[in-house]
């Protein structure tokens, strides 16, 4: 058992004095694992809601079990990075390659699809109100691209209607393709 290990089993009991020793020797890794991010989020604030979230797994006693050497020292780094990348795409502001910098992946050839679930699908998307499916399509089309708040701007919703709206279009698809013998069980929702 580390150092590091023995620090944050002490504050696993509650003592302030040993998660101070633990922040004070993670602080630095933590810190340093979150170079790649330096032009993309606060830094600062990354490291400290990772410690933050470290002490409220800590104090809990029927929180999470880490186990292996410098396994506090680990998660803790896979969450600072995990925090910086959603800072970072919320903030849009996540660094990508240039295309020629992309390695050359071989792509498979696109899977064929079944004719009468190509028309089941379409059919049932006929069924959807209109105001769901607009925002359906709305997110489907632009949504995972310039996010959920841009695609209810360009529909004219506001988000939380927006959002009601895509859960009532998937509910409404999901029931007639169930009438229509498609087993859903098997796609992820």
Do not use: H
């Amino acid at each position: 058992m580390t150092d590091i290990d023995e620090r944050f089993a002490a504050a696993r009991t509650g003592s302030l004095a040993a998660f101070t020793g633990w922040m004070g020797r993670v602080e630095r890794p933590i810190r340093a694992s979150l170079r790649p991010f330096a032009r993309s989020v606060d830094v600062e604030g990354v490291v400290q809601e990772t410690l933050m979230r470290m002490w409220v797994l800590a104090t809990d006693p029927e929180g999470r079990a880490l186990t292996g050497e410098n396994a506090s020292l680990r998660f803790a780094i896979g969450m600072a990075r995990n925090l910086a990348r959603s800072e970072a795409r919320r903030t849009r502001r996540e660094q990508y390659l240039p295309p020629e910098d992309l390695p050359d992946v071989p792509v498979d050839p696109a899977p064929t699809v079944d004719p009468s679930l190509r028309r089941a699908i379409l059919e049932c998307l006929d069924r959807v109100a209109r105001r769901p499916l607009e925002a359906l399509r709305a997110r489907l089309d632009m949504g995972a691209i310039r996010g959920d708040r841009f695609a209810a701007q360009s529909v004219g919703m506001k988000l939380n209607t927006f959002l009601q709206n895509v859960v009532r279009a998937r509910q409404q698809l999901s029931r007639c393709l169930e009438g229509k013998g498609v087993p859903l069980g098997e796609l992820v929702q």
